[in-house]
């Protein structure tokens, strides 16, 4: 059993940064691939950003790249979500997820545990 908390969210003006953090619980955190989501109101949940177990293989939603960074620290159990040039359009309730798949999985009914996600707002 793996259980995910978010922090880092909050309130940035457009341009700004943030980084998000999932701090994760389990001994098998290491070979989980591991993944971030965000659902804005009225819309569904999106895929983000994923990273292998290693770390090795990243993906990223179109959207994003090239302004976000996914990474993870297996040492200390957590997966990290660098955000710079954010945007009013990334404001969403952004949410982590374990796969078991070492993998990289970028559909979310891949993914096995979800955290309860941590609110980012952007204003313009």
């Known amino acids: 059993q793996v259980q995910l908390v978010e922090s880092g969210g909050g309130l940035v003006q457009a341009g700004g940064s943030l980084r998000l953090s999932c701090a994760a619980s389990g001994r098998t955190f290491s070979t989980y691939g591991m993944g971030w989501f965000r659902q804005a109101p009225g819309k569904e949940r999106e895929f983000v950003a994923a990273i292998s177990w290693s770390g090795g293989s990243r993906s990223y939603a179109d959207s994003v790249k090239g302004r976000f960074t996914v990474s993870r620290d297996n040492a200390k159990k957590t997966m990290y979500l660098q955000m710079n040039s954010l945007k009013p359009e990334d404001t969403a309730v952004y949410y982590c997820?374990?796969?078991?798949?070492?993998?990289?999985?970028?559909?979310?009914?891949?993914?096995?545990?979800w955290g309860q996600g941590t609110q980012v707002t952007v204003s313009s």
């Open positions: 997820a374990a796969t078991r798949l070492t993998r990289v999985v970028v559909a979310s009914p891949g993914y096995d545990y």
